[in-house]
């Protein structure tokens, strides 16, 4: 059976701890996009795990995961954070596979980002993990993929400080080379998650176009990039947050004017610690949009949502979500590809009542206070998908299940 887990709104949602909490039951975890961009937290009683790269399965110690085909992976960054796994005390040897199709970042991709974000009069806000140029490389036939690191006439166009890199990491990388084509193949009846990174609104063709990030985030990126065709998808959940977050630049309808100390966007990013797991950089905040949930959703075929952090809005006596733009006077409920009017829609907002008791140890649906399931059900209605797991605090127990997504249907 294959699971994707992606993001449904613009990254950070919470698909790290999603992941992690189904892996109990998945033989392999296959990471299908992204790449040191990413930054998935896991936490398990006081052990806090932040992965950039390595498959959020990676903690169970009988799990195999896989760094997929869509990913473009940088070397220092692989083989720093597998370090700091076994400081941890995390024996991974033998369970971290490489796709051999996936595309390796380089020095000169990561010094190239840099220099074109400062050459943009729009900046797109990147993490400067050279992702956008590994990439655009892939895309030229510039791009280096593990495949190609033993054939020296795959290398001969790279600067010297690129070849010099690659030797340093060449023969551990190829110890976890692998066709991961062939790898689920021979896997046709084990239970495989695929996790994505980024999400929906950050996906290179669905996401708010350019301030995106380069890579597949989308559910069919499992698909084409995760080693497996789209008829092999079982079931796509969307991850999303009870309100939405946004790090670096673009549009966001229904994102919070006011910033200041006492603020409500001030008060969920310190209740939610909002701050990038990457780049420690503050997250913008907002309302949940349910206009442009409803478009993730439609886009990749979620047939369930995942609510995280619904125990942030714990302490709120009422909160607002976004059912609809206000563009140039009209109404929409449709989410625009054109940036300008992404930027001019004014949210149409509801509000809702808040339930203000603390749902950080609730563990069942019939136990959530009736403001919250009415806020759950609201959702479920306006975008016609069931919420079948909600997060109630960042630790692995923190989890209502109302449907176990292993469960065939
Ligand atoms: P990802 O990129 O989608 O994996 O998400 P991140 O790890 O970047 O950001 C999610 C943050 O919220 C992390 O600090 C998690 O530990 C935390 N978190 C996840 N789920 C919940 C939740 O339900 N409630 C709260 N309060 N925090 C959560
Ligand atoms: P996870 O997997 C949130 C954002 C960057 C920037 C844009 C392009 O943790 O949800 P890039 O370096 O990819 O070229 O930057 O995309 N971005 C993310 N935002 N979560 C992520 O990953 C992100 N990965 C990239 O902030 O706006
Ligand atoms: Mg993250």
Redesign the pocket.
Known sequence: MNIVVM?AQ????G?GKIVDYLASEAGVIVRFS?GA????TIVIGNDKYALHLVPSGILYPDKMVVLGTGMVIDPEALFGELAGLTEKGIDWAGRVLVSDRAHLVLPSHRRI?KEMEAGRKQP??????G??VAYGMKSFRDGIRLADIDDPERLVNLEAEDRAFLDLYRDRLLEMKTDLVAFLRKRRNAYVLFEG???AL?DIDTGSYP????GMSCAAGAAAQGGIGPRGIDRVLGVFKAYTTR????PFPTEFSDDSPGSLQAFIRDTGNEY???TGRPRRVGYLDLVALRYACAANSVDRLVLTHLDVYDELESFETCVAYRLRGKLIDDFPASIRDLESAEPVLRRFSGWKTSIKSTRSWEELPRQARDYVQFIEEFTETPVSLISVGSDRTQTIVRESPWTRS
């Open positions: 993001g613009w990254g950070d949602e698909k992204g961009n990413a930054g998935h980002d797109i806000g990147t993490t400067g993990r992702i956008g990174a980024q999400g950050l301030f995106v990030s380069s790090v670096g630049n673009g990038g797991v990457t």
